[in-house]
């Protein structure tokens, strides 16, 4: 099979390819913009080894470009989007990025799957996330529930979830939405929570907890979130959303107090800070469906976090890299003003 792969150089993406292609014989072109999540040295591992490379096509290109897209949906059997800005404080600062990839993106990629000229029915998954079910006071989600998102990021995730069963419905097409839980692992750019709070301990700076750090999330590593998108494109039913759920809810403070633990680093460099408008108090998946049709996570929370907090120890340098210029302005705009009006945590 061939594969367009959206989004491939960043996180997620990068790591379905490493793991599809030393996996089977697929082939696989990345389309990506390379903003600042996106890395080609994430793909570094596939492009030095030669029985993968020549199975490896990169392509910097925007999915909202039909120019860019079009020909190279004719030229695959399945599209996979991880495309995405996908960072909710970034989405309150500026949300326009995150609608033109999330909404006109997913448009623009569904209209050349609807429009392939010959004959051949391209499979294209959707990777979502659990934040358009919104704020899980209590139990679980599960995919027949109302989306409900609450933030710029969410809205935009759950508009092209829309524009999916809309092109299910109305054109036929064959495809599939994914919604992944909280994601963590090696490569994971340092804005997030987990990368943040990893990268800043090891540096001996403070630790921006929001509010008093009882938000609670439902972590998955990256490796099971990327092998079961992969088993949604190979078994899944069209038309269907699935949860992937890791089962590991962990309450943002506990996180923290695990990573100091994990780099030897003292309580003291944690500060509460003013929360974000609008933070999710939980997300809650029930992964039953999706266990149902045969996969279930493989990597717990404590090995899994364990592992990433090896990783960013060792490759320092990537991450260093990255927590330059716009990452500098970035920082200032969200936590200058935070970490001055902080208390000990």
């Known amino acids: 099979m061939k ?129 358009i079910y919104g704020a899980v006071e209590q139990g679980l989600s599960v995919e027949t529930d109302p989306l409900e998102p609450r933030s710029p990021y969410a809205a935009a995730k759950a508009a092209g979830e829309l524009l999916v069963r809309a092109y299910v419905v109305t054109h036929g097409v064959d495809a599939l939405i994914t919604r992944g839980a909280n994601t963590y692992g090696p490569f994971q750019h340092p804005e997030k929570l987990i990368p943040l709070f990893i990268t ?45 759920a890791g089962g590991e809810l962990c309450f943002n403070r506990d996180v923290t107090q695990r990573i100091l633990e994990l780099t030897g680093k003292p309580w003291t460099l944690v500060r509460s800070v003013p929360d974000r408008p609008g933070h999710d108090r939980r997300y809650a998946m029930d992964g039953k469906k999706l266990a149902a049709l045969g996969w279930r996570p493989s990597i717990g929370f404590e090995d899994g976090l364990a592992q990433t907090v090896r990783w960013f120890t060792d490759n320092q340098g990537w991450w260093q890299a990255m927590r330059s210029g716009d990452w500098l302005d970035y920082y200032e705009r969200q936590y200058g003003w935070r970490l001055a009006a902080s208390t000990p945590a």
Do not use: M
């Open 200 to 244: 800043n301990a090891l540096d001996d700076r403070d630790l921006p907890l929001y509010g008093d750090g009882l938000q609670q999330r439902d972590w998955l590593h990256v490796d099971d979130h990327a092998d079961a998108v992969g088993f949604v494109l190979d078994h899944g039913t069209g038309g269907e959303a699935y949860n992937i």
């Open 3 to 131: 594969i367009l792969v959206c989004g491939g150089a960043g996180f997620i993406g990068s790591n379905f390819v490493r793991r599809r292609l030393a996996a089977t014989d697929d082939s696989i072109v990345v389309l990506d913009k390379l903003t600042y999540a996106g890395n080609r040295l994430n793909l570094a591992a596939v492009e030095s080894v030669p029985d993968l490379a020549r199975r490896f096509e990169f392509v910097r290109g925007d999915i909202a470009d039909p120019v860019v897209v079009g020909p190279l949906v004719d030229d695959a059997d399945a599209v996979v989007n991880f495309a995405a800005e996908s960072h909710v404080d970034r989405s309150i600062l500026d949300a326009d990025a995150f609608l033109r990839t999330g909404v006109i993106g997913v448009h623009v990629l569904l209209e050349a799957v609807r429009r392939q000229s010959d004959g051949r029915a391209r499979r294209f998954v959707q990777v979502s996330t659990d934040e």
